[in-house]
């Protein structure tokens, strides 16, 4: 099963260097790219193992959107700075979908911010049952936000859990995975263990009938969900603001939109995402005198 993936890839493979798969050439009045240092891809260890299988599980959804993103950020530029003409339909694409992205995180914190609060309102009523069950909505939502964007690699599943899975024609049988395994910058982790010892706080509080302990804990949770959701809703506005430009075959204001979005992005990486590996921040809109 494994040879027969690692043999068609090799075969398109083969097949792209004798016919040339990427074969668009770049229109002959672009200018030549500026000479830049070439910025290093943050690398997960994980990702370096040639087992397509193992390259499949390795793939992490939320560093897939953020790549999405940087090649938006890109295509905007292009559409609105380049030097050829603007397809205003790529330019609004680009833009919707990073506003949808930012929409879908925006939410994910929204929910949690949401659910935080009203847990140290029913802890502060005295309605200890309700706060309860308010804290494991919260959990439950920041287990929605995993499973959509942890690579499965992360989840613990490895190729022997899927050949398993393949081999037993169900998932019910034991079969090998592994402990979670991170592979987020330490900063942005960080944040995670801070929402979860708050979590954890409030739960105790709330177990020994103590609000200002849970008021105190859920302060700690609101501050982390509320930034990160200023920042993709920030984003979203900016990006739905060039859409809508976009749609109406304009492109006056790009430019200040522009600007501010990329801003949200890289001020989330410089504050909460920064390590050894920096995460690739969107280029700047004249990218090309800098
Ligand atoms: C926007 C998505 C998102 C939300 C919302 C979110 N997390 Fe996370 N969480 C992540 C990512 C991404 C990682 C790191 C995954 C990796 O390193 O591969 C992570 C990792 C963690 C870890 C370390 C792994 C583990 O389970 O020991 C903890 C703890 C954690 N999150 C707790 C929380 C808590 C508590 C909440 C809710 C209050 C929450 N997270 C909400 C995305 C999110
Ligand atoms: C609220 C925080 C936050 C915002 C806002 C944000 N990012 Fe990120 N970004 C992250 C985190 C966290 C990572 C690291 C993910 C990982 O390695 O697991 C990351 C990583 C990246 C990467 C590297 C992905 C890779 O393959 O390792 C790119 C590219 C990127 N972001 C682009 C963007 C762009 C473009 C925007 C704005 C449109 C943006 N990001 C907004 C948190 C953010």
Redesign the pocket.
């Known amino acids: 099963m494994r040879a027969l993936i690692a043999l068609s890839l090799l075969l398109a493979a083969c097949t792209c260097l004798v016919l040339g798969c990427n074969s668009q050439e770049p229109p002959p009045e672009r200018p030549a790219p500026v000479a830049a240092p070439a910025p290093s891809l943050p690398s997960?260890a994980q990702v370096d193992v040639p087992d397509p299988l193992q390259d499949w599980l390795a793939q992490?959804p939320?560093r897939l959107k953020m790549r999405s993103m940087w090649i938006d950020c890109g295509m905007i530029v292009r559409n609105v700075e380049g030097s050829g003409l603007c397809d205003f339909d790529s330019l609004e694409g680009s833009a919707e979908d990073i506003a949808r992205k930012a929409d879908s995180?925006a939410d994910?914190?929204e929910a949690?911010r949401d659910q935080?609060r009203a847990m140290a309102a029913k802890a502060k009523e005295g309605d200890w049952f309700e706060a309860r069950y308010q804290s494991q909505r919260?959990?439950s939502?920041?287990t929605?936000?995993?499973i959509?964007?942890?690579?499965q690699?992360?989840r613990g599943f490895r190729p022997a859990t899927i050949e398993g899975w393949l081999y037993n024609r169900n998932t019910a049988d034991d079969v090998p995975t592994a402990d979670?395994?991170?592979?987020?910058p330490q900063p942005?982790?960080e944040?995670?263990?801070t929402?979860?010892r708050?979590?954890n706080q409030s739960v105790r509080g709330i177990e020994n009938h103590n609000a200002n302990r849970v008021l105190d804990a859920s302060a700690a949770?609101h501050r982390?969900?509320n930034v990160?959701l200023q920042f993709w809703r920030a984003i979203e506005g900016q990006a739905r603001a060039i859409a809508e430009l976009a749609a109406n075959n304009r492109v006056d204001g790009v430019e200040g939109h522009y600007a501010k979005l990329t801003q949200s992005c890289i001020d989330c990486h410089t504050h909460y995402v920064k390590d050894q590996r920096m995460p690739l921040n969107p280029l700047a809109w004249k990218h090309g005198d800098e």
């Open positions: 997960p992490s939320m995180f994910m914190w949690i935080n919260i959990w939502s920041c929605d936000c995993h959509e964007n942890w690579s690699h992360t979670i395994t991170l592979s987020a942005f982790i944040l995670m263990f929402m979860m708050g979590l949770v982390v969900a990160q």
